[in-house]
Nanobody, 120 residues
Framework: QVQLVESGGGLVQAGGSLRLSCAASGTSIDAMGWYREAPGKQREVVARITSGGTANYADSVKGRFTISRDKNTVYLQMNSLKPEDTAVYYC??????????????????WGQGTQVTVSS
């Protein structure tokens, strides 16, 4: 069982910065990431980082957002924020377990969500 606790959302003007944090409790956590869900839109991936530190980003945030990780805590530094970045941001963790020598991945582990609002 994994618990994810997020912090760091808020209201900021366009061009500003915010930093999100997510602390995961539990074991066998592999990749971690941030997703966001804007009103009327589907949840989408923002950035993910593997346990080895390899990061991937959505095209819409490349060059503005940076994901980092310290063991089971993941951060999202968001710079040059735009109104279209407004959404509820969710932390996600991928848990890997071995079953008969074969890894199984459980990606359905989510934080409670934190609101990010960017005003124009």
């Amino acid at each position: 069982q994994v618990q994810l606790v997020e912090s760091g959302g808020g209201l900021v003007q366009a061009g500003g910065s915010l930093r999100l944090s997510c602390a995961a409790s539990g074991t066998s956590i592999d990749a971690m990431g941030w997703y966001r869900e804007a009103p009327g839109k589907q949840r989408e991936v923002v950035a993910r980082i593997t346990s080895g530190g390899t990061a991937n980003y959505a095209d819409s945030v490349k060059g503005r957002f940076t994901i980092s990780r310290d063991k089971n805590t993941v951060y999202l530094q968001m710079n040059s924020l735009k109104p279209e970045d407004t959404a509820v941001y969710y932390c996600n963790a991928e848990v890997v377990t071995m079953r008969y020598g074969i890894p199984e991945y459980n990606t359905d582990n989510w934080g409670q969500g934190t609101q990010v609002t960017v005003s124009s």
